[in-house]
């Protein structure tokens, strides 16, 4: 009976059940969300293989400051909030204090950024831009480096894109379904959470205020999202309690680097041709290119989700833009314009895949661009290794990955140093140079910070000071000078040991080392 079946389905050309569900999965794999995972994985475990087996950096200077505030975890912190810390904390829990315990949620955060933008540029354009969005935030030189540091921005990143995706759905719905209750409280929820990774999530309800007061005005008659806003705000509650138990120098820091940091050095025409050179660079030149031709071309589009994603994306980058003429803006600090920018450019670009006999030459130049892309993005991963193959013509004091070279090498020969003397104070007058070396330091001797040199408060100003009295110091400094505040301190400080390490015949780091003793009390 069922061959009978069988011969029967195969006569009347329909497939047999085991063929049909080949067929359906097949179609799961190559046009749903089958294949986007796979990739994404594939993506993900090659990078948690690269950082655990072949790395060749250290912890860059503030991301071995953020593991080190776990030292004295905190409701919050001086320069940032404190979500960051805290992820490091369980992932480090998890996986030890090794690089891949600290970069944990920034791999997983990278990996959920393609997914998401995927997602947007799906339900925007369809699945072909849906892909061009996937490859565009996989290959961008930003996340693909950029990504693989644990900052506020690998935290901020997927959370804000998830809430992207959650207004790209409501603008499609008619106002009944797009002002569900659910869908605003998960935004607040969002919104709140990247809050507590970096200030510049708050952003998003005057860009959201905006909008609406231009194309939907009477959803700000509505209490979902007003009531979303109070969600937000509600999960900054332990940076408020900080702040105020602190003298609120955290809103303090804030408010001196959106003065401009007392910058004198830069500002005018110069420093905002650096700000968009910057941005070429981490979108990659040929993609920066249509990333600009391709908001001035969504702008004439008149869906409500495509017109709030060039508008987020413009007012971010065109406002930090006005903020380069005053200061110089890091190549960072657009990123959450610049990633729905990329997006931006996957929808139109799936709009003009659809034409493919008019536009077949901007597929052919996206195509190059994007290979260039991932070159760079590979480079990336060892830039003095393709500086010293000749493929990247770039000086090393030019050369973007400079602040993390050499930590290890320099930790572990004053590690060795260190193991000779009974019990030890490592002292210095830079964070940057401090953090690196307390992660990458074998043996765990105790490091203290001096703010020797009047520099802007950070930190570690707030933690308890160490008694100097009866301790052997060693004062630590990529300068070949003892500050004269340190030198106040002892009755007798000494030059000791200058260390230096190389790669591929050049110097990556050198620090100076002073010994000093006869300790005049804590300063």
């Not at 810390?85 to 955060?109: C, H």
């Not at 194309?215 to 509650?237: C, M």
């Not at 017109?307 to 930090?320: E, P, S, T």
């Not at 070159?375 to 602040?403: E, H, I, Q």
Request: proline share 5%; net charge positive.
């Amino acid at each position: 009976m069922v061959g009978m079946i069988r011969t029967k389905l195969q006569q009347n050309h329909l497939p047999t059940p085991k063929a049909a569900a080949q067929v359906n999965w097949q179609r799961t794999l190559t046009q749903g969300w089958g294949l986007v995972w796979l990739l994404t994985l594939a993506v993900l475990l090659v990078r948690v293989a690269y950082v655990q087996f072949y790395h060749p950096y250290g912890l860059a200077p503030d991301e071995a400051q953020y593991w080190s505030w776990l030292a004295h975890n905190d409701w919050s912190f001086l320069t940032k909030p404190p979500l960051t810390t805290w992820l490091i904390g369980i992932s480090t829990f998890l996986l030890g204090d090794t690089l891949l315990g600290v970069k944990l949620f920034a791999l997983l955060g990278q990996a959920t950024v393609s997914v998401l933008g995927y997602a947007i540029a799906r339900k925007v354009a369809g699945r072909e831009a849906g892909w061009w969005a996937w490859i565009l935030l996989t290959t961008a030189p930003l996340i693909a480096g950029g990504g693989l540091i644990m900052s506020p921005d690998a935290i901020l990143l997927p959370l804000w894109l998830g809430v992207m995706l959650s207004m790209v759905r409501a603008f499609g719905k008619n106002d009944e379904k797009a002002l569900c209750w659910g869908r605003w409280l998960l935004i607040g929820a969002l919104i709140g959470l990247g809050g507590l990774a970096k200030y510049s999530a708050a952003a998003f309800y005057p860009l959201l205020g905006v909008f609406l007061l231009v194309f939907k005005r009477e959803w700000l008659l509505r209490p979902q999202v007003w009531v979303s806003g109070l969600v937000a705000l509600a999960f900054q509650l332990p940076v408020l309690i900080w702040n105020m138990q602190n003298d609120w120098v955290g809103l303090g820091h804030v408010l001196w680097q959106a003065g401009g940091a007392n910058d004198e050095r830069h500002g005018g025409l110069a420093t905002l041709g650096e700000y968009v050179g910057a941005q070429a660079l981490v979108l990659g030149p040929v993609v920066f290119c249509f990333v600009v031709w391709a908001l001035t071309r969504c702008l004439k589009r008149e869906d409500l989700a495509t017109r709030w994603l060039v508008w987020v994306a413009v007012a971010i980058l065109a406002a930090f833009a006005v903020l380069s003429l005053t200061t110089k803006v890091q190549a960072n600090w657009p990123v959450l314009g610049s990633v729905v920018a990329l997006i931006v450019l996957a929808i139109w670009l799936g709009k003009a895949g659809q034409g493919r006999g008019k536009h077949w030459w901007v597929l052919w130049v996206m195509g190059f661009g994007i290979v260039l892309n991932s070159v760079l993005s590979v480079m990336l991963m060892d830039t003095y290794r393709a500086r010293y193959a000749g493929l990247l013509p770039l000086k090393p004091k030019n050369d973007p990955t400079k602040d993390l070279r050499g930590w290890e090498d320099i930790g572990n020969i004053l590690g060795l140093l260190l193991y000779k003397l009974d019990n030890p104070l490592v002292l210095s007058s830079r964070y940057q140079t401090l953090a690196p070396l307390m992660f990458h330091t074998p043996g765990s001797p105790e490091f203290a910070y001096m703010n020797a040199e009047d520099k802007r408060l950070n930190e570690y100003d707030l933690w308890p000071k160490p008694e100097l009295k009866g301790r052997l110091v060693v004062y630590v400094s990529e300068k070949n000078v003892l500050p004269e505040k340190v030198k106040a301190l002892f009755t007798t400080c000494a030059p000791w040991h200058t260390l230096g390490v190389e790669e591929y015949g050049v110097e990556t780091r050198r620090i100076s080392t002073w010994i000093c003793w006869g300790g005049r009390g804590s300063y």
